[in-house]
């Protein structure tokens, strides 16, 4: 198993946010995590990147429990994110946020491969590579924000609410650039608001509310079941 939770509690100061959380991610696998707004599900995939650390529970990556160590030491097991809000170097170029992404070691030594895969993979940032990241479109430094992560050669791709303040036209272009990551090969954790896409591109899905998984399943037989799309994602 690539990646395992077991009973994985989180909380900010006293106000616990993630209660008991299990899932697993096998390789090549897309998982999606969907449920309300304030569920937890930013929290979840952030603890998971190492960026908060869980009050109890494991965190396992090939079997190897990474929930005590530092966040940078958690992206040398393979992991990699496209943080919420993408949290690009504005004022940097787009080859310059790229390379970026490129300082785990075994990355770092195939900077220039690794590029050219970014840009077939991502034509847009090619022709656009001296750009000043801010200056460009929503839709186009979320694929620099993806680019980036994708530049640390991740085994398992990291992606919180990657469709977020995105038009639809963009969001249907993005969903279709996660399937070709994991053509490629890379697992990948989705946590998305928008429900029916998540769970269209999604091997196997979690549903959380209020800091719990509440079910889980096959995304085709979650979708067909009105008593959880109406209960827990509210439509």
């Known amino acids: 198993m690539l990646l395992e939770l077991s009973n994985v509690h989180v909380a900010y100061g006293d106000a616990p946010a993630v ?4 899932l697993e991610i096998d390789a090549g696998q897309i998982v999606s995590v969907v449920g309300p707004n304030g569920a937890g599900k930013s929290t979840l995939i952030n603890a998971i990147a190492g960026i908060l650390r869980p009050r109890h529970g494991k965190i396992l990556i090939d079997g190897i429990d990474v929930s005590a160590i530092p966040g940078h030491r958690v992206c040398e097991h393979g992991v990699a994110i496209v943080p919420e809000g993408r949290r690009l ?3 940097m170029s787009v080859q310059d946020n790229l390379e970026l992404g490129a300082y785990r070691a075994a990355a770092r030594s195939a900077t ?12 847009v940032l090619k022709d656009r590579r001296t750009q000043i990241a801010g200056s460009m479109s929503g839709g186009q430094q979320q694929m620099v924000a993806i680019g980036r992560a994708l530049m640390a050669r991740p085994r398992l791709l990291l992606m919180d609410e ?11 272009d993005m969903f ?6 994991n053509e490629r090969g890379v ?28 079910t889980s399943g096959k995304p085709e037989a ?8 109406e209960a827990y994602l509210g439509v």
Do not use: C
């Open 112 to 123: 220039r491969e690794t590029m050219d895969d970014v840009f077939s993979l991502l034509p």
């Open 222 to 229: 979650l979708l067909r079941n009105p008593k959880i799309m």
């Open 19 to 22: 209660w008991d959380a299990s």
């Open 89 to 91: 170097f504005t004022q």
């Open 187 to 214: 697992a990948v954790m989705l946590v998305e608001q928008n429900i029916h896409q998540a769970l269209e591109v999604a091997h196997h899905a979690y549903v959380i509310e209020q800091g719990r998984i509440v």
């Open 176 to 181: 279709r650039i996660i399937r070709r990551i």
């Open 162 to 172: 990657p469709s977020l303040g995105l038009s639809p036209l963009i969001v249907a």
